[in-house]
Nanobody, 125 residues
Framework: QVQLVESGGGLVQPGGSLRLSCAAS????????MGWYRQGPGKERELVAV???????NYVDSVKGRFTISRDNAKNTVYLQMNSLKPEDTAIYYC???????????????????WGQGTQVTVSA
């Protein structure tokens, strides 16, 4: 049984920073791709940032230059450093992971087998 557990969410003022972490545990050797999706109030789930084991990344345009994804492959852990946060970043952030190797880093949520329960990020004054 594989589990992904997110941490690091919370309430932050606009312009502030947060760092999310996602640790995987269970019967898994290694993930090829790990990343983050989010779902804001009344919105569909969208990709935030993903990274494969080679270091290739994909970010949604709205977070480029503000968010940075990183991984510790040995620990099957992925991080999301979020800077210059905006109210529109308010959402539940979900960790996602998959073992399968693909020619390119997938941005499709349907390509990810494992999901965390989510952590709330609220950006408000």
């Amino acid at each position: 049984q594989v589990q992904l557990v997110e941490s690091g969410g919370g309430l932050v003022q606009p312009g502030g920073s947060l760092r999310l972490s996602c640790a995987a545990s269970g019967n898994i050797f290694s993930f090829n791709t790990m990343g983050w999706y989010r779902q804001g109030p009344g919105k569909e789930r969208e990709l935030v940032a993903v990274m494969d084991s080679s270091g290739s990344t994909n970010y949604v345009d709205s977070v480029k230059g503000r968010f940075t994804i990183s991984r510790d492959n040995a620990k099957n852990t992925v991080y999301l450093q979020m800077n210059s946060l905006k109210p529109e970043d308010t959402a539940i952030y979900y960790c996602a992971a998959d073992e399968r190797r693909r020619p390119q880093v997938s941005t499709l949520s349907s390509d990810y087998t494992y999901w965390g329960q989510g952590t709330q990020v609220t950006v408000s004054a």
